[in-house]
């Protein structure tokens, strides 16, 4: 097992008089090579796990064990978990800083112990994988278009080689277009090895792209198995504040309106044909 | 009530040193007119010139050529925009960034205090405004505490409590979470509904104009198409070529279509697919 | 560290003083300032903590707040401590290498940190009971006269309100920098002071560029809404004052003055 999170709970003070218990006896393992969409509605507690997952928030209670060892452990190299799961924030571009592109990316590298060489070597890898053209790697970060932005500061993770991904919700306010090169290259990335955990408000993102969903609902994991289980009962995804995928959500209500549909999937394509195989069925 | 008439925005952009610096053109010779009343939408990828052509509907911008008329006062004469702000408002992409107030109730008397609206009158329009948006009960709460979706639509009461003709959603949803975002889509249908205020919504997001009046879709600077939802929703081809999305239940339908199924096209929501679905198994086991 | 800065957020309550006129808290927390750079007795803090923490009481503030106004100056605090114990010539206490603590040094940085302590103790309290846009108006009425030699009091106490309106959304950007940062493998909590100084650059140009973006945002959406330098605005809740706040007025009269008598009691 890649990784273990076991009982995790965390408290914070929210605002002068609330505390929130913003994540209650979270337990997930996570294997080598899975691509994990984390869903739940805004307050979730989604986008607070993650940051337990490299070290940047401290659970109240539980334990969280990477490569079967505890990083709550005295003496754990915080540093090298940075290194190994990396964490892309919401609109993470907001976070570049450098005077070019290319030392941009090669900042995570340097930060890690690597010779400025060996860092830039690594960051043109990087930006070479989210499409960033050569020319470009000398101009300063702030002029490029927000796509390109957004692309840029993936790398900047990506750079420092993880073995995991986090992202949190990397697709927001992308055009499709740049969406789907994005979720493109993380599918590209799982195929090489790569463990990827994308949060996500968009269930057309998560049914087309991960291979399980993960669903948070007021800091608890209230379903977890592939978009194909997790979709199945629509009920608990609705409590959840969740939408259905339109394709499922399609198969639903034929079902319900008595056509028989057999197969709930999330795929377009399989859909079609089988909504196509019915009606030529009745026609026949 | 907005007719906009070959409209060209363009501006500098410095660079490092004198030739670097180049002349974009935002906006290539718009036309666009909007009734009174109407509910638009205008959609376009990012940098497609949809934001700029927002600023000008209430002089923040103003046209290099051509002119913008509101009511038919041109926005670019300057005695003009202070009427012409009463009539349209805005309500902007970050939520954080055009709060003013540090409670709700103060952040909706911003507007009206610039309007010189005397101050007995001022709480019933402000009681006025959170019934529309269904917030009174959040009237003192600090907007830091709010949700981006209650953020929004706080801006949205700011906006609506000077009485303005025409609200303009500045791609108002794009920061939102998709509940969040049904949330202040509903508001402003409303809006429309009710009080007969024109919308103009400025998205990305497809799922929120099905229930426009009119679709002005921009490309490159340029209105590149234009039509009722059921009119754009059908030339998907077009929609990925100008990199929009084409919902999966849209794109479904064609494929369905291509496949030999008789499907009515567009199909905009799942009801529309299964509905129809459910007739034509209906009438095919009739015969 | 930064998350524990709770000056400049507003805690909503309906209490007495949250109820007061803003330029009565002002001209309150004026005096009370002024009166304790004047005492020189340091036996008169203890009424005087009394004091605060009983107004603090009265406008149902936990004390736990007061406490966490107080630990963002923490550092300044004990920077003052021992700078004013080792620089006080006077009978000796303890002597590490070249410093001297002196009894007299002790007894000064003691009042100089209940100084600053009370000093920040009732300003957060001024900010916990009024929003900054009531502080914006209450400063712009008491300073209206200014206008008259051509200081811009109404665009001034504009930029006063937003920019406390700016802080709670600052701080929390701050924190997700340094987030984002360290999650890149920037170690904001160790190293020594120069390696710390080098490592703030991928903080603060960030921030500063997010703060230009959020401040072009802000005036088109101010300007959005009619807003104007030039013109006159009405007022959504005009100042008034109410018999509450002159008896809170008497109140803060009789403090500055009891407090100054000590000065010739004592």
């Known amino acids: 097992m890649l990784i273990e999170v076991e009982k995790l709970n965390y408290t914070y003070a929210s605002s002068e008089k609330e505390k929130v218990h913003a994540l209650k006896d ?14 739940g509605s805004s ?3 989604k ?18 064990r990477f490569q079967g060892e505890s990083i709550y452990q005295k003496k754990y190299p915080i540093s090298k978990l940075r290194q190994k799961v990396g964490l892309v924030f919401q609109y993470p571009e907001h976070q570049l800083f450098s005077r070019s592109v290319l030392a941009d990316v090669a900042f995570g590298p340097r930060n890690m112990g690597d010779s400025k060489e060996e860092a830039e070597n690594k960051a043109k890898a990087a930006l070479e994988k989210v499409g960033i053209g050569e020319e470009l790697f000398e101009g300063s970060p702030y002029e490029l278009s927000g796509g390109q932005m957004r692309r840029v500061a993936i790398a900047g993770i990506l750079a420092m080689e993880p073995e995991v991904l986090v992202l949190d919700e990397p697709t927001a306010g992308l055009d499709p277009y740049v969406r789907n090169q994005l979720l493109n290259l993380l599918k590209k990335m799982q195929k090489s090895g790569v463990t990827i955990l994308l949060v996500s408000h968009s269930m ?6 991960a291979d399980r969903v993960v669903v948070f609902n007021s800091g608890r994991i209230c379903m977890d198995g592939s978009p194909e289980e997790v979709f199945a009962d629509k009920e608990k995804i609705r409590k959840a504040g969740l939408e259905m995928p339109q394709v499922m959500e399609a198969l639903w209500q034929l079902k319900e309106q008595g056509i028989p549909v057999h197969e709930f999937t999330c795929n377009e394509k399989t859909a079609i044909c089988q909504i196509v195989d019915i009606i030529k069925k009745k026609e026949a | 009530m907005i007719r906009i008439a070959d409209v060209v925005h363009t501006y500098q952009r410095y660079g490092k040193s004198e030739e670097d610096t180049i002349t974009i053109q935002a906006l290539d010779h718009v036309d666009m007119e909007v009734k009174a009343g109407q509910f638009i939408a205008i959609i376009g990828h990012n940098g497609s010139g949809k934001s700029t052509l927002a600023k000008h509907l209430n002089a923040l911008l103003l046209p290099s050529e051509g002119t913008v008329w509101i009511d038919d006062m041109a926005t670019n004469v300057t005695e003009n925009v202070g009427e012409i702000r009463k009539r349209v408002c805005m309500v902007f992409q970050n939520p954080d960034n055009q709060i003013i107030g540090a409670t709700v109730e103060e952040d909706i008397a911003f507007g009206l205090e610039n309007m010189k609206i005397p101050t007995e009158r001022m709480q019933e329009k402000i009681d006025a405004s959170l019934e529309a948006i269904h917030m009174t009960e959040k009237r003192s709460a600090n907007p830091g505490n709010l949700s981006g979706g209650q953020k929004q639509k706080t801006a949205i009461a700011g906006a609506i409590a000077v009485e303005p003709k025409c609200l303009v959603l500045d791609e108002a949803t794009a920061m939102l979470d998709p509940q969040a975002r049904k949330e202040v889509i509903e508001i402003a249908e409303e809006l429309n509904r009710t009080k007969g205020i024109t919308i103009i919504l400025i998205t990305h997001h497809m799922d929120e104009v099905i229930h426009a009046d009119k679709i002005f879709v921009m490309n490159q600077g340029k209105v590149a198409a234009s039509g009722t939802p059921q009119e754009i929703f059908l030339q998907t081809d077009m929609l990925e070529k100008y990199h929009l999305e084409v919902p999966a239940i849209t794109r479904m339908a064609v494929e369905m279509v291509r496949q030999g199924i008789d499907l009515k096209l567009p199909v905009l929501t799942v009801e529309q697919l299964t509905n129809q679905i459910c007739r034509y198994g209906g009438n095919s086991s009739a015969n | 560290m930064m998350r524990d800065i709770t000056i400049g957020k507003y805690y909503n309550q309906d209490s007495l003083v949250h109820q007061l006129d803003c330029r009565t808290k002002l001209a309150g927390t004026l005096l009370f300032i002024i009166a304790i750079f004047l005492v020189n007795r340091p ?25 966490k106004g107080l630990k963002g100056f923490a550092l300044l605090l004990l920077f003052t401590f021992i700078f004013r114990s080792i620089i006080t010539d006077g009978r000796e206490i303890l002597t590490v290498w070249i410093f001297t603590v002196t009894y007299e040094g002790v007894l000064k940085a003691i009042s100089l940190m209940a100084r600053i302590m009370l000093m920040v103790l009732s300003a957060s309290l001024l900010a916990y009971t009024t929003t900054p846009t009531q502080m914006a108006s209450g400063l712009e009425k008491s300073l209206f006269f200014l206008e008259k030699v051509h200081v811009p009091i109404r665009e001034m106490s504009m930029m006063v309100s937003i920019a406390f309106r700016f802080i709670p959304v600052f701080i929390e950007e701050v924190n997700i920098i340094m987030d984002a940062q360290a999650s890149r493998g920037v170690d904001f909590h160790s190293g020594s002071i120069f390696r710390r100084m080098g490592k703030v650059m991928p903080l603060v140009i960030p921030l500063f560029v997010s703060a230009i973006r ?41 403090v500055f003055v009891l407090l100054i008598l000590t000065r010739i009691i004592l």
């Open chain 1, 26 to 39: 979270v337990s997930l393992n996570i294997r080598q090579g899975e691509f994990v969409a984390l869903v």
């Open chain 1, 43 to 45: 307050g979730s507690g």
């Open chain 1, 47 to 64: 986008s607070t796990f993650v940051r337990h997952l490299n070290g940047l928030i401290k659970a109240d209670s539980g334990d969280i």
């Open chain 1, 204 to 209: 057309e993102e998560v049914a087309n792209y």
């Open chain 3, 43 to 67: 036996v008169v803090y203890i009424p005087c903590l009394l004091y605060i923490l009983i107004l603090y009481k009265v406008a149902r503030i936990p004390w736990s707040y007061a406490l």
């Open chain 3, 214 to 254: 959020r401040s072009a945002d802000l005036a088109m959406a101010m300007e959005a809404r009619g807003y104007s330098e030039a013109s006159e605005r009405t007022k959504y809740r005009p100042l008034r004052y109410t018999s509450k706040d002159r008896i809170a007025y008497v109140i803060a009269i009789v």
